[in-house]
Structure formats: C-alpha cells, structure tokens
C-alpha cells in the first residue's frame, strides 16, 4: 500500500509538471501572437506616419516657394482685369498679355523641374461661389477667368476660408486622370500680410499603394524581430533553453 501511494504521488506530481510545462508554452505563445499584433500596429503607425509627414512637409516647402515666386503687384494686376465671369476673347487677350505671360513661366518653370511629382500649378481668387482661375502652369490650356465649382474641394475652401495655407494628407484616386493625386494650397499676400490669392499644386503619384505595402513590409519585419525576442526570452527564464558559451 505505501508503495502504491508513493507511485501515485509520483504520478500526480508528473501530471502536474506536464500541465505546468503545457501552461508555459501556452503563456509564451499567446504572449508571442499579443507582441507581434502590437509591435505590427505600433511600428506600422510610426514609419507610415513619419514618412506621410516627411513627403508632406516636402510639399508643402515646393507650395510655398510656388507662391513667394509670384510678386502681389502682379496679382493685383491680373485681378483687376479678370472678368465676372469667362470671356473667351478676354482670354485669348490675356495669353498676349506681358504680366500673365511671365507669372505663368514662373510656375512653368517648377513643374518641368519636377515633372514626375507636379501635375499642375496654378493660381485662383474666391469668386462669385466659386475658384476663379488667374494663371496656370500650362499656359497653353489657362482658361483664364474661368470660375470652377470648388465644392468638390474642401482643402481648397478652407484655405480660402481660413486664409492660410492647406494641404491633403492623403494621395486619392483620380479616376479622370487615372492617377492617384493630392493637392497643396499656399497663401499669397503682399508687403503688408493682406490675403490676395490661393497658389494650388496637384502632386501625383504613380504608385501610392506600392508605396504603403513597402512600408508596411518593413513594418511586419520589425514586428517579426521583436516577435522572436519576445519568444526566446520566456524561454530563457523557465529554463527551456540554455545558452552555453564555449572558451
């Protein structure tokens, strides 16, 4: 009797062990699936975040040097003579006009040097409800006087609303151009701070969705790394794995 008793402790005792090492490698494998899901959220949300904010603020500088290009005077001017609403003979005087030739070979000037990034720049003032065109980088297809429906913009209005420079965070999919496009907007003001008008620069990008997925590869790498720390390490303290350093 004493020597089955003694066997049967053994057995509970073996028994309990097994179930210990089973609640280990349960406690380590749920742990390993928790750090990989919040390493993933955690490291996705900082690189795609900060390279977001890195091409924006590019932007932003490129929309900004757009408008400190263009003197007041020369707005003011083009102001002055736009019309009400457009006047297709007014326009085809304008394309001759000194003034509006020059500040359209300004913006002209940015969109060649970067080509593959700025799809058009252009100049508009809030008129009558609407965005009225004053200068385009593509001279050649300015309409100038021409009044759009800004209602399909809402970074546009509130620019003009708030008089201060807006910017899309995002790139969106034009389904008229057949790219994916965001837009800038910088204020113009002259000598003494007064708002004049808005310069908009419409950047494109080719490939913004190869662009999410390389970070997002990066991001489920360093998830990975961080996975397999947070693997070994329990393992190292239950005593699971040993590392043994030779001489």
Known sequence: LVVFGQCCQMKNRLKC???TIKNKFILVKEGC???????????????????????????EALTELCAKMITSSSIDYLISIAPDSY???????????????????HMRLVQEEFDQEIGDIYIVIEKNGGAQILADGNIKN????????????????????????????????????????????SVIKDEDGNFKALVGVDFFMENWNVFKIKYLFYSIVMSLSIMLVGFFVPLLSFGFVK?????
């Open 87 to 105: 006047d297709e003979n007014l326009d085809k005087l304008v394309h001759q006009d000194k003034t509006f030739i020059e500040v359209c070979n």
């Open 33 to 59: 699936i928790a750090t990989f899901f919040f390493a993933y959220i955690f490291t996705t949300k900082i690189i795609l975040s900060s390279e977001k904010i890195d091409q924006l603020r590019k932007r």
């Open 142 to 185: 300015c309409t100038f006087g021409e009044i759009l429906d800004y209602s399909a913009w809402p970074i546009m209005r509130q620019a003009f609303a708030e008089k201060s420079n807006k910017s899309e965070l995002e790139f969106y999919w034009d389904k008229d151009l057949n790219k994916w496009s965001t837009s800038t907007y």
């Open 243 to 247: 590392i043994i350093f030779f001489p």
């Open 17 to 19: 062990t097994e179930l």
